[in-house]
């Protein structure tokens, strides 16, 4: 089983900049995958990233271009660098680590807030 915790959240105005954070303990060997997602209480969870072993990611159309993310596997930490965000932009960012046997782990979130 691996731990998953969030950080870096925090509030910051439209066009503003922010890195989230996730570090993974445990069974790190046994990932396969990791990812963020995000949730408002208005819509459903999100998918926002995904970042495979070798470090090749991947992106959702509302973030391309302006998302990008990096792991530090000295660390086994993996990073979201959120650029020019904006209010849609708001919400409770969470890590996700996929498992090679199957299954999956999520960590308790952190918030994000874009406003004026």
């Known amino acids: 089983q691996v731990q998953l915790v969030e950080s870096g959240g925090g509030w910051v105005q439209p066009g503003g900049s922010l890195t989230l954070s996730c570090a993974a303990s445990?069974?790190?060997?046994?990932?396969?995958?990791m990812a963020w997602y995000r949730q408002t209480p208005e819509k459903e969870r999100e998918w926002v990233a995904s970042v495979g072993r070798i470090g090749s990611g991947a992106f959702s159309d509302a973030v391309k271009g302006r998302f990008t993310a990096s792991r530090d596997d000295a660390k086994n930490t993996l990073h979201l660098i959120m650029n020019n965000l904006t209010p849609e932009d708001t919400g409770v960012y969470y890590c996700q680590a996929m498992y090679f046997q199957g299954g999956q782990s999520w960590g308790p979130g952190t918030q994000v807030t874009v406003s004026s």
């Open positions: 445990g069974a790190i060997s046994s990932i396969s995958r």
